[in-house]
């Protein structure tokens, strides 16, 4: 009998340290799929011209910048000439984030580029955005804080790394 309450005292002991150390319960999702799923997201929001969509991407802090945000959001969906025929899978630039002790991530970050986007004039252009999907300290920049669509052709300008003249970028600037 003794024998018996000690393995189920271990046993229990056992299933609750798993349960106290396992974090915050949630679903692991690789930063690949995250980015991924969310390019997918930009993309469909892109090819619609869906303004509405689009913002729902990006986070508050930006939003509260830019109080011209629908104008704003014109001037990106026009500066990709013609319909978007194609676009090749994105990729992650960086990832990353903070942890801290078992308690989980209270930062995590990716940036992730959409390349050979294809339109219907022959162009060809690049995307590229860093997304907040954890950020406790500063619940403000949950979710893209700037993106940057360009042509694909374009030199890199080596301070900025966009394309001077040949992109169009919104940004938070009260981004860390």
């Known amino acids: 009998m003794l024998k018996t ?13 798993c349960l106290r150390f396992s974090g915050s ?18 993309m469909a929001a892109f090819m619609n011209h869906d303004k509405e969509a689009f913002k729902e991407f990006l986070c508050p802090g930006l939003k509260e910048e830019h109080p011209d945000l629908d ?19 994105s990729y992650i630039v960086s990832s990353g984030g903070t942890t801290k002790g078992m308690l989980g991530w209270v930062e995590k970050y990716t940036s992730s580029r959409i390349e050979n986007i294809q339109t219907s004039n022959g162009k060809s252009y690049g995307i590229y955005y860093m997304l907040y999907t954890i950020y406790d300290e500063h619940p403000e920049q949950l979710g893209i804080t700037h ?3 360009y042509t694909s ?7 900025t790394g966009y394309p001077p ?3 169009y970028l919104i940004e938070f600037k009260g981004r860390l």
């Open 5 to 17: 309450n000690l393995i189920f005292v271990l046993f229990l002991w056992m299933v609750l340290s």
């Open 71 to 89: 104008r704003e959001m014109e001037e990106l969906f026009a500066f990709v000439g013609g319909d978007i025929i194609s676009y090749d899978e």
């Open 25 to 42: 319960g949630e679903k692991f999702v690789p930063p690949e799929e995250i980015a991924r799923q969310k390019s997918d997201d930009i």
């Open 153 to 159: 052709d374009a030199p890199y300008d080596p301070v």
């Open 147 to 149: 993106i940057c669509i």
């Open 165 to 167: 003249g040949e992109s």
